[in-house]
């Protein structure tokens, strides 16, 4: 399109020059003609005053004017002799046209009239000819002719024309290549820029404009398409990591109103028993139903039994949320783990003893850590409880301690059965219950696991179970 326009231009302009040699500059060649025939006039009118006009020495002069303007210049006296002339004009030539610019006697002949002389075009019948004639008297008296042919003047316009024609068809194919050429180094970067906005609509932000040696507007343009390219690619970068973070936070609120779901059931459920045994056994008391001393007291000790089950069940339920909710504010100290097992193990050697479970030791020397004492206790503590309650067969609990470094791992064994393998995954689940009829028995929640997991995953330690041919075994690892 480019190339079309730039054509069409340059043949408007080859008009236009072609209007101006055919309508204007024969007028204007011939106003130059008459304009040196005056200069040459003036020139010889003033030698004649100054009378070095017949002189020898201005013979060259006079030479030199008729041969640059390629006049015929001829100066006569009144007696008809010939005193200086330019051309190869005779005296009868001379005269005949003299007398054909005299006895014409009307104005508007005249191109130009003055009172020492005048200019017009006049035809020669005699060699069938039209001149340029300036007819004059000199200062000194003498009659002069300047006369220029028009078939020179046409001759001239002739050559002009082919002239212009060839510069115009050199001057259409130099431009077309040059077009051509400006174009191809136009359009390339344009080609580029136009298929790095494809790729840029395709979110595809890797391709990135090269400019050349040469820095032009559109090199310009093509610095600010990579620098927006980037910026595109990073706010798309950033979107998407928003859009992920939204997809998360949706998904979490969705997780949450799916376990606030749950945990309504389940403590409705789990509260649901205790009440009702409370609710029961105070009903009967009312009802005068325990008659005597020990029937009264039996009653009692149920109601404080299961009002101690709710107690311990609605302590674990809000330290847990504390801790999955990230509200649970702990501060790191230094404190002995080996002293803390041993405080844990010994505030339970009632249960350990009435259940006749032999207690063994594998633990290292005392391990000092820098951690939260408190979620260190909630997690072992767990561990021991589920211990004892589930220890059976050869009833042995085995702690152990061992020291890996920057890590120390704490285990707790138990003899028994092993848990299923398509349950381990659900143990840490709140509320969940792999037998519950014997949770129900100790009075377990189902949420001492998921204290545990909660735990240790604000410690940034792990945690697992593994069954042994004979037990299982629970374990978890802090840093120090």
């Known amino acids: 399109m480019l190339v079309i326009v730039v054509v069409?231009?340059?043949?408007?302009?080859?008009?236009?020059?072609?209007?101006?040699?055919?309508?204007?500059?024969?007028?204007?060649?011939r106003n130059e003609k008459i304009s040196n025939m005056e200069t040459t006039f003036r020139e010889l009118d003033e030698a004649s005053i100054k009378g070095g006009l017949y002189d020898e020495d201005f013979?060259?002069?006079?030479e030199q004017l008729s041969f640059n303007y390629n006049l015929d210049i001829a100066v006569m006296s009144y007696d008809g002799s010939i005193l200086l002339s330019g051309g190869k004009d005779t005296r009868n030539t001379i005269l005949r046209v003299i007398d054909a610019v005299l006895s014409d006697k009307s104005s508007d002949k005249y191109l130009v009239q003055s009172q020492s002389y005048s200019v017009s075009l006049v035809e020669d019948k005699y060699v069938d000819d039209e001149y340029l004639v300036l007819v004059g008297t000199l200062s000194d008296g003498n009659l002069i002719m300047i006369r220029y042919a028009?078939?020179?003047m046409n001759l001239t316009m002739q050559i002009l024309d082919r002239t212009l024609v060839i510069v115009a068809l050199l001057s259409f194919v130099v431009a077309f290549i040059l077009i051509e050429i400006f174009t191809r180094r136009l359009t390339q970067p344009i080609h580029k820029l136009t298929e790095l906005s494809k790729r840029m609509s395709e979110q595809d932000f890797g391709a990135k404009y090269e400019p050349r040696n040469v820095w032009t507007e559109i090199d310009v343009l093509g610095d600010h398409m990579n620098t927006m390219s980037e910026s595109l690619e990073n706010t798309l970068v950033e979107i998407k990591k928003a859009n992920a973070q939204l997809k998360k936070d949706i998904e979490l609120k969705e997780k949450n109103e799916e376990m606030r779901s749950e945990f309504l059931s389940a403590v409705s459920h789990e509260l649901k028993t205790p009440i009702s045994l409370i609710q029961g056994y105070a009903e009967g008391l009312t009802e005068g139903m325990a008659d005597d001393k020990e029937s009264r007291d039996y009653y009692c000790d149920v109601i404080v039994d299961e009002s101690l089950k709710m107690n311990h069940m609605v302590n674990q339920l809000l330290s847990l949320n504390d801790l999955e909710y990230g509200q649970e504010t702990y501060e790191k100290t230094k404190f002995n783990i080996t002293e803390l097992i041993r405080t844990v193990v010994d505030s339970s050697n009632i249960l350990i003893e009435q259940k006749d479970i032999t207690l063994e030791y594998e633990i290292d020397n005392d391990i000092e850590v820098e951690s939260s004492e408190n979620l260190v206790y909630m997690a072992f503590s767990n561990y021991l409880s589920n211990a004892i309650h589930y220890c059976t067969g050869d009833k042995i609990i085995r702690v152990t301690q061992r020291d890996k470094g920057d890590k120390v791992c704490v285990s707790v064994y138990n003899s028994g059965d092993n848990i299923p393998e398509e349950i381990i995954e659900r143990l840490w689940e709140r509320f969940y219950k792999a037998d519950k009829a014997r949770t129900r028995e100790y009075g377990g929640s189902g949420v001492g696991l998921s204290i545990v997991k909660?735990?240790?995953?604000?410690?940034?330690?792990?945690?697992?179970?593994?069954?042994?041919?004979?037990?299982?075994?629970?374990?978890?690892?802090?840093y120090k």
Do not use: H
Request: aromatic share 22%.
């Open 454 to 478: 909660a735990s240790i995953e604000t410690l940034g330690g792990r945690y697992g179970v593994y069954n042994l041919e004979s037990g299982v075994t629970f374990w978890f690892e802090i």
């Open 59 to 62: 013979d060259r002069t006079f």
């Open 8 to 29: 069409l231009i340059i043949l408007f302009i080859l008009f236009m020059m072609w209007i101006l040699d055919t309508f204007l500059m024969s007028y204007v060649y």
């Open 150 to 152: 028009v078939a020179n």
